[in-house]
Nanobody, 124 residues
Framework: QVQLVESGGGLVQAGGSLRLSCAAS????????MAWFRQAPGKEREFVAT????????NYADSVRGRFIISRDNPKNTMNLQMNSLETEDTAVYYC?????????????????WGQGTQVTVSS
């Protein structure tokens, strides 16, 4: 089992940047495929980005590709999401998620563990 805690959310103007972090408990962080999802009010939870167990493979939603960068530091049990060129449409609660599966997946139902979320608000 793993516990996840997100941090780094906040209020930023359009065009600005934020860096989200996800701290994981436990000794087996490198056995989890990790991902970021987000959920805006009245909308379904949406895939943002995912990263393989060793960090060698990443995958992004079309809406964030080229602006966001996902990374992980296995010895430190952390995952990050660097968000650049933020747009008002990026406003949402961002969640960190972990999957025991090795295959990269975009469906939130494939993920086993979740953080509590961190709010990102982008103003125009």
């Amino acid at each position: 089992q793993v516990q996840l805690v997100e941090s780094g959310g906040g209020l930023v103007q359009a065009g600005g940047s934020l860096r989200l972090s996800c701290a994981a408990s436990g000794r087996t962080f490198n056995s989890y495929t990790m991902a970021w999802f987000r959920q805006a009010p009245g909308k379904e939870r949406e895939f943002v980005a995912t990263i393989s167990r060793n960090g060698g493979y990443t995958n992004y939603a079309d809406s964030v590709r080229g602006r966001f960068i996902i990374s992980r530091d296995n010895p430190k049990n952390t995952m990050n999401l660097q968000m650049n060129s933020l747009e008002t449409e990026d406003t949402a609660v961002y969640y960190c998620a972990a999957s025991t599966g090795a295959i990269i997946r975009r469906d939130y139902r494939e993920y086993d563990y979740w953080g509590q979320g961190t709010q990102v608000t982008v103003s125009s």
